[in-house]
């Protein structure tokens, strides 16, 4: 196990109807906020009218700016920042999946940055400063309701890039898991690929010794294995909905990875086909990830084994550890294909005429490598681009 | 699943070597602190002398308050209250294990409390204020180095109470598995038993539909089961000591009980028999566990059938699931003898003399009930003792 450091201090406010006390703990933090979604359904659903009423009762004004679109861009970003610098906002209350959360993260470090946003995200400065951001979430998928991190494209060559502060952790999140039963049996499945990934990447580790680590990641995973496919039967399953949502924050909330270091090569090649081809990443990653995992499994049998065994009840084959790696990964496209998902570009309407430059982008022309448990070139990222055909 | 609310934002500062960061991250707080530890056993170490001088280098003066006991005393937790009072001090620095956390948490909100601070844990004051305390932890077991809680006994009558604020928790703990390596057998055998309590306590539960947290509790408690013999052939195994020592802070950190509602009878039973008879409380507590469930097994025969399956390897047999719950019982008490600990008073070499009594005194002679999974009368908490003889 490595050194190291975890703490997570997000308030996660978790339950039915939860969505009342949204006022009352921002007011904890400021009077005036800027309100972040995207588009028409929290409408629909009646949530923002519901935000808006426990804003009012607990004094807090709010300017809105919506428009959000899955996979987040750049151009909105930047109006956020005027926004709030123009009004005077501290606060920014973000309503909505990840992609609104990734958003106002971007829009909360930006603020009192004197350069371009950008440059957070192209590695060109380091975040220093962030206000605080409170979350009511839609969508579980992204995990960012307690994480770090925000992931936003910039339309001027569709770059989609991260970046990861602790400072950019929201300050509470609220989870209604009666929220989700509206949620599309796609979209369900787009952010089970997501939170199962976020498991993954972690999971696939070089560090040794990290037993306790291991049993949670797998502990999470059997959690959505089998609740998943209940939701999708019976989408209004209070209880089902409550195991994704939980797991989705546990699965992105640091704890999985404390000693361990992830790999994270997969949602690197992720970024590339949701960058051009704006498909969900839940669904980008459902493609990658099998793909990746039958490119580097050599590396590890004997993980890819305990993966098969413990998440998926493989039975171990003592004589070929190697099959039982092999069914391992079989099974998990099984599960994708199961709920809903493409686990081929082919399935995705994605043609194969842009995986050179997918991979030239990924890696800046093969000077720079991906991944931990296996470092990628450029090579590999067409390799495993070409497997996910 | 219930509606929950978890935050736990105590900094964990894990792995080699990290006691030299005491005095830096101290300093954030405050210049000035009481400085709080038990016996000689952290000067024969060394720990005491790299403490003091990390505290130095960083510029932090200190007031030394050292003798703290196993079951740590009312008395001295009096005399901390004083000397931090006399000295304008508002941080406190624990350096050992569970004894000397929840001293300093008493002192911690003590000091700016009017009254007597037993009144907390007599529940005749609720906790309003605390200053901030910081950890180096020496045994990991009472799993206090995040949680929000202290159990303190009177000397007056020989009462050991608990109380419990989200105020208490540390800002901080220093978790070297290193300091570990010298813990006798014994000791290290009293502090799975805690950890492991800690997991069952919260296991045992009525709350249907509670997945996640139920493979996140076993996960920990296979951790366990694994790490904890490895520890007792090879001391110094690092790893083994690393997998022990932060699954003592997931245990008692209040994930594990997100959505449920835990149970501690057997923790409550236990404090009578380490009350009087100044027993390790690990040590009763594998007394009392096995006991407790072996009277309240019929209660809920499918969730001890699921802990003997998961947790235990045990065969389910699906034609008597009653012979699969005992067994995993039974697995239990084998495994608490086979690391060296007691699972009977006579083991213990407690006499039968004062069953009658620790069960007036546990429940206010038959007013009050205890438990949650199984509510148990003073009659049933005799029969527990009983069954534990």
Known sequence: MNNFVFQNAT??????????????????????????????SIKKSGLYDRVIKSLRDAGVEYIELSGVQPNPRLSLVREGIELCRKNNIEFILAVGGGSVIDS???????????????DFYAGK?????????????????????????????????????????????????????????TLPPYQTACGTADIMAHIMERYFTNV???????????????????????????????????????????????????GRIGDWASHD??????GIYDIAHGAGLAIVFPAWMKYVYKHDI?????????????DMDFASPERTAL????????????????????????????LEEMADKRTDFGKETIGNFVELNREDVLNILKLAR
């Open 11 to 40: 308030k996660i406010i978790f339950g039915k109807a939860t969505e009342n006390q949204v006022g009352a703990e921002t007011a904890k933090y400021s009077k005036k906020v800027l309100l972040h979604y995207g588009g028409g």
């Open 104 to 118: 106002a993260k971007a829009i909360s470090i930006g603020i009192h940055y004197d350069g371009d946003v950008w």
């Open 125 to 181: 400065a380091k975040v220093e400063k962030a206000i605080p951001v409170g979350v009511v979430l839609t969508i579980p998928a992204a995990g960012s309701e307690s994480s770090g991190s925000s992931v936003i494209t910039n339309e001027d060559g569709w770059y989609k890039r991260g970046v990861t502060s602790v400072l950019m952790r929201p300050k509470f999140a609220i989870l209604n898991p009666e929220l989700t039963f």
């Open 208 to 258: 040794k010794n990290v037993d306790l680590t291991d049993r949670l990641c797998e502990a999470t995973l059997k959690t959505m294995i089998k609740n998943v496919p209940i939701a999708l039967k019976e989408p209004e399953n209070y209880d089902a909905r409550a195991e994704i949502m939980w797991a989705g924050t546990i699965a992105h909330n640091d704890l999985l990875d404390t």
């Open 269 to 274: 090649i992720e970024h590339e086909i949701s």
């Open 302 to 314: 004997d993980r890819f084994a305990q993966f098969a065994v413990r998440v998926w009840n493989v």
């Open 327 to 354: 069914e391992g990964i079989e099974r998990l496209k099984g599960f994708f294909r199961q709920i809903g998902l493409p686990v081929s570009l082919r399935d995705a309407n994605i043609g194969d005429d842009r």
